[in-house]
C-alpha cells in the first residue's frame, strides 16, 4: 500500500514540477521515497501505471499546471516559430 501512496504522490509532485529547484515550492523525490520507505524504481514503476490509468500527457498537460507554468508555457514560444 505504501509503494501506491508513494506513487501517487509522485505523480501530483510531477505534474507540479515540484522536483525542478528552479521553482518554488520544491523537493527532492528522495524525500517522498524516504517518507514511504520505498524504492524509486517500484514508484516510478507505479507512478507511470498511474498516468497511463488516469491519462496524463507525457509533457506537458495545461489541465493540471499552476498559474505560474501556465503563463510560463515553454511550448507557447515553439507555436511563435
Do not use: C
Not at 36 to 49: H, I, L, M, R
Not at 62 to 74: E, L, R, V
Amino acid at each position: 500500500m505504501a509503494i501506491w501512496a508513494a506513487a501517487a504522490i509522485y505523480t501530483v509532485a510531477t505534474i507540479y514540477f515540484l522536483f525542478d529547484k528552479s521553482l518554488e515550492p520544491h523537493i527532492p523525490s528522495s524525500d517522498i521515497f524516504n517518507y514511504f520507505d520505498t524504492s524509486s524504481s517500484k514508484v516510478s514503476q507505479k507512478a507511470a501505471q498511474i498516468h497511463t490509468i488516469l491519462k496524463f500527457k507525457q509533457y506537458w498537460d495545461s489541465d493540471f499546471s499552476t498559474g505560474h507554468m501556465q503563463a510560463n508555457n515553454p511550448f507557447d514560444l515553439m507555436r511563435l516559430l
